[in-house]
């Protein structure tokens, strides 16, 4: 079974930036999709940037300009940049391989003055 397992959340100020890491147990980004996705507390878990095993990447309009996914395949890890961090990205982000059914437990990020 392939484990995700993200890392990188902190308490930030607006504007400020963080990179979130998704480290896989196994080679997986190489070969399958991947998603990162958000929940922010009372709201459903929505969608926030996806890159295909080839590397395109596509982005939700909300974070569109601000957030960029990268992979380093030595390592099996994904990458989530984001910059002009804003109080609404405020919520427990997470990975996910669809293909696999497998999401990693989640890393908090705050954004707050």
């Known amino acids: 079974q392939v484990q995700l397992v993200e890392s990188g959340g902190a308490v930030v100020q607006p504007g400020g930036s963080l990179k979130l890491s998704c480290a896989a147990s196994?080679?997986?980004?190489?070969?399958?999709?991947m998603g990162w996705y958000r929940q922010a507390p009372g709201n459903q878990r929505e969608l926030v940037a996806t890159?295909?095993?080839?590397?395109?990447?596509n982005y939700a309009d909300s974070v569109k300009g601000r957030f960029t996914i990268s992979r380093n395949a030595a390592l099996n890890t994904v990458y989530l940049r984001m910059d002009n961090l804003k109080p609404e990205d405020t919520a427990v982000y997470y990975c996910?391989?669809?293909?696999?059914?497998?999401w990693g437990q989640g890393t908090q990020v705050t954004v707050s003055s």
């Open positions: 996910n391989v669809d293909a696999l059914g497998v």
């Open positions: 196994e080679t997986v980004f190489r070969f399958y999709n």
């Open positions: 890159r295909t095993s080839g590397g395109r990447a």
